[in-house]
């Protein structure tokens, strides 16, 4: 059975807020938090430099931390690259892989600016961008229209897995199935997905998968994880210290992956601390927080539809993402009195997704969105401060 209260001790901040925003950025549990400690006051060094007894205890650890990471998203290490945030990953892929004018990337109206962006970008230098529609209000793709979109010319499609402005969960498996027969490549975008549910990177076959390990995989901010299934196709867009193993006149040897992808010192507290978050996630196990989380947001997104004051969007087989509205208030105002009045915080505004906020034809929602530390009685605390707000409008 699974014991959120006990999980929550680990988790102080929320004896003091209600924290629905965990589509932003979740909280870091305590034995995480002790493990970058343990860095900063026992052991403290550089990574992959030097050979003295800290540095070689902080290579170890950051290594140790990659092969939980790795076995978590059942991916190989080698193949598994630490990056600060998703946004990162995705513009690295965006500026090591050998486009060229005249190539064609495939993405969707529901991606989050950082899986549009650096595609859009591309443009500039000839890459042509082709952009599917959802079905409909949902913010589900159809896979069929992926395949229609592919022209001989198409070499990445790039897709997010949970949408974090529907909470929708895409049939990312067969969009990379069908994607393959094609001959293209495709990259995902685990942002909302990992640590959240199930990912099994060997088994999902993709080309590319970013994510962040500030969200559901609980780690600290400025930690995410980019995996590479085929490493030697890009050429990192980030060269320098750490990345090579040998440079002769104006020549270098570029180290293999994953060092070659990850120049300069990275945030090494960041991920030994991420790679304690994982192990405490493998420890509760993640098929438990999916049913956990997505059985509250689901609860929820009924509860706030028999309001007829409150608009839900998204699907009905959520991922723990609940978008609404609250007629005749602004979602920031709905935000603020949510957070002054019961201290619930919230996201409002368009979630960093403005072709989806403007799909759904209004110009922000709120967004109340779960782990594996909310509760029912949250819910309930959420329900009712919603519903007070009719007062307001009425
Ligand atoms: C679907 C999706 N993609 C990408 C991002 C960007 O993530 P990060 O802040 O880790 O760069 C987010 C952030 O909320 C997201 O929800």
């Known amino acids: 059975m699974y014991d959120v209260h006990a999980v929550r001790k680990d988790f102080p901040v929320l004896s003091k807020v209600v924290y629905l925003d965990s589509t932003a950025t979740t909280q870091t549990p305590v034995p995480a938090v002790e493990a970058m400690n343990e860095y900063f006051y026992e052991y403290a060094g550089n990574h992959g430099r030097g050979a003295h007894r800290l540095a070689r205890e902080t290579t170890t650890r950051y290594e140790d931390a990659r092969e939980r990471v790795a076995a978590f998203l059942k991916a190989d290490p080698s193949k598994t690259v630490f990056t600060k945030n998703t946004t990162e990953g995705i513009n690295l892929v965006a500026n090591s892989f050998p486009f060229k004018a005249g190539d064609h990337i495939v993405t969707t109206l529901i991606e989050h600016h950082s899986n549009l962006l650096p595609w859009l970008r591309l443009q500039k230098m000839g890459v042509e961008v082709t952009i599917v529609k959802p079905e409909g209000p949902e913010g589900l793709i159809d896979p069929e229209s992926i395949e229609k979109a592919l022209t001989d010319r198409t070499k990445l499609v790039a ?120 192990e405490y996630l493998e420890d509760i196990g993640v098929f438990e927080i999916e049913k956990h989380e997505t059985r509250l947001a689901r609860e929820t997104a009924a509860r706030l539809s028999e309001m007829e004051h409150v608009e839900v969007y998204g699907p009905t087989e959520r991922a723990g993402v609940v978008p609404f509205n609250v007629r005749g208030l602004h979602a920031h105002d709905v935000a603020l009195i949510l957070d002054q009045s019961r201290k619930i915080c919230v996201r409002s505004g368009h979630h960093c997704a403005i072709p ?39």
């Not at 997010?160 to 199935?177: D, E, L, P, W």
């Not at 094609?182 to 999902?204: C, F, R, T, W, Y």
């Not at 080309?207 to 930690?223: I, N, V, W, Y």
């Not at 509760?375 to 009719?390: M, P, Y």
């Open 159 to 278: 897709v997010t897995q949970v949408s974090n402005v529907f909470g929708s969960v895409q049939a990312v498996a067969r969009i990379t199935k069908m994607t393959h027969r094609n001959g293209v490549k495709v990259l995902i975008d685990g942002a909302q997905s990992a640590g959240h549910m199930p990912v099994e990177l060997s088994a999902l076959d993709c080309d590319f998968f970013a994510t962040a390990g500030h969200k559901g995989l609980l780690g600290p901010q400025g930690t995410g994880v980019l995996y590479i299934k085929e490493p030697d196709l890009l050429e990192s867009a980030f060269v320098g210290g750490g990345t090579v193993s040998g440079v002769e006149g104006l020549n270098y040897v570029l180290e293999p992956s994953p060092a070659c992808f990850e120049a300069g010192t990275p945030n090494i507290p960041g991920v030994i601390g991420l790679g304690r978050a994982v």
């Open 356 to 394: 989806s906020i403007n799909f759904l034809e209004v110009d922000s929602t709120v967004r109340a969105s779960f782990a594996l530390y909310n509760t029912e009685e949250e819910v309930d605390a959420l329900i009712g401060a919603v519903s007070d707000l009719k007062a307001l409008v009425a």
